[in-house]
């Protein structure tokens, strides 16, 4: 679900939602960026908050203050631009796009085959950023040759939750979580007879079936779409086999209780009051779960996304931030300067670290969740050693997690028309969990024609 690719990973208190705002002056020419004859470099940024949201714009204003002051060379021209898949080919073509611009994870490859996109290998190479990144998730923002064209601010990979008490009383090892889906199937069977309670859950409403489809397609090592999206691809074997596995939790073991319609909030609440063994989620659910819906810290665990048959990879999302093709050398350099201050502060510098977290502790929210590292493993063990003195999460329940999620395959969502694939998708996995004679080969059969009518629009 994209409500992790739409984030803006600024740091600020509510995300943006990416829809269309104003348009922003090209880069160069007569909009005033480029360089000035004192040499002093003016870009423009996007992703600036409205005016109808002015705590954040407030916030955001303030760091690009803060980054004058840091680089008197620099001149931020901050804009409302962010994108928007129904306007951005325009703004493209006519030149009306920002310097700087945050994109979901699904659309750098199809940007860097448009050419929409500056190559940043040599600037990031340059500043040291290149060597401070994942590059594990720098793929999502590389060409054939290794070349980068985007740079990853905000990353998250589906793993799988799980609650550690109904585990422990099942008679499991609550820091072993199921690696592989029949030892998902297996565990589940064995917390529905242990317990009581449902051993597995999953989400199929509000387009989060289709999500989480979408994710265990990916671990049994099938895909949605092909590669440029202009057809569906879920109608075949590993589809077939994540849905008969989901059938065969629901009507052989029953291990997934009664309730089936479950969206984002409806399966955190019944996780949290310990009515659900496990289900797929990232692991900054921790906050819903355990801030809003008051489950106990110590009683959630947090696995990688298991795999069949193979090691296929799970479901990505999060933000990259582009550059404008258009982009002189020195307005890309100035560029990467913006990103690394306002998008990765935190985990390169220790002073922004330090302060990231103390903020985080006086709001009462969590710090130290682990999640896909945008920088490389050395660069985030230094972060998290910043910000130790700070973490108030039990880290040893994600162990289990973050000892493969930064070197786990990712894969992105489906490029084109991710939500209304994932509408499509939700009755699916909805009837194969109300039905226990559900025709699994029909029913993909029909939404790969529905979906292939979408995507031929």
């Known amino acids: 679900m994209n409500r992790f690719a739409i984030r803006c990973a600024a740091g600020l208190s509510v995300p943006f939602l990416l829809v269309a705002c104003s348009s922003a002056p090209s880069a160069g020419g007569d909009s005033g960026t480029g360089s000035s004859p004192g040499g002093q470099v003016t870009i423009t940024v996007g992703d600036r908050p409205p005016s109808s949201d002015p705590e954040n714009r407030k916030q955001f204003d303030a760091r690009v203050a803060n980054f004058e002051k840091a680089n008197p060379d620099i001149k931020l021209k901050p804009v409302e631009t962010i994108w928007d898949p129904t306007t951005f080919q325009a703004q493209a073509a006519g030149g009306q796009l920002p310097d700087v611009l945050n994109v979901p994870f699904t659309e750098p490859q199809g940007m860097i085959a448009r050419k929409q996109v500056a190559d940043l290998t040599k600037v990031l190479k340059d500043d040291g950023l290149l060597d401070q990144l994942n590059p594990n998730v720098l793929k999502i923002a590389q060409d054939q040759s290794g070349n980068v064209f985007a740079v990853p601010t905000a990353a998250y990979s589906v793993g799988l939750v799980y609650n550690r008490d109904l585990f422990t009383k099942a008679g499991l090892d609550p820091n072993k979580p199921p690696a592989t889906w029949d030892e998902v199937r297996a565990d589940a069977k064995l917390i529905a007879q242990k317990t009581g309670q449902a051993g597995y859950a999953q989400m199929t409403t509000k387009n989060t079936g289709g999500w989480m489809f979408t994710t265990q397609t990916y671990a049994f090592g099938g895909s949605i779409e092909n590669a440029d999206g202009s057809k569906a691809t879920f109608d075949d074997a590993p589809s077939k086999a994540a849905l008969q596995a989901l059938h065969e939790m629901k009507w052989v073991d029953k291990s997934m209780g009664q309730a089936v319609l479950y969206d984002v909030d409806g399966i955190s609440k019944a996780f949290a009051a310990g009515k659900i063994g496990m289900y797929m989620s990232a692991p900054d659910a921790y906050h819903t779960l355990v801030d809003i819906n008051g489950l106990k810290a110590s009683s959630l665990g947090v696995g990688p996304m298991p795999q069949q048959d193979g090691d296929h990879g799970t479901l990505s999302g999060g933000s990259v931030q582009i550059v404008s093709p258009s982009a002189t050398d020195a307005e890309k350099a100035a560029a990467i300067k913006w990103i690394r201050f306002n998008y990765l502060n935190k985990y390169v510098d220790e002073t922004a670290a330090v302060t990231s977290a103390k903020n985080g502790v006086a709001a009462k929210l969590p710090v130290g969740v682990p999640g896909l590292p945008v920088v490389a493993a050395d660069q985030y063990s230094k972060y998290q050693s910043w910000i130790k003195p700070y973490?108030?999460?039990?880290?040893?329940?994600?162990?289990?997690?973050?000892?493969?999620?930064?070197?786990?395959?990712?894969?992105?969502?489906?490029?084109?028309?991710?939500?209304?694939?994932?509408?499509?998708?939700?009755?699916?996995?909805?009837?194969?969990?109300?039905?226990?004679?559900?025709?699994?080969?029909?029913?993909?059969?029909?939404?790969?024609?529905?979906?292939?009518?979408?995507?031929?629009?």
């Open 391 to 457: 973490v108030n999460v039990p880290l040893e329940n994600f162990a289990p997690y973050t000892k493969v999620a930064a070197g786990q395959k990712i894969i992105p969502e489906p490029p084109v028309k991710a939500q209304e694939v994932y509408a499509a998708l939700d009755p699916v996995v909805q009837t194969v969990l109300g039905n226990e004679k559900a025709d699994i080969p029909g029913l993909l059969s029909k939404a790969a024609g529905t979906v292939d009518a979408k995507l031929g629009r």
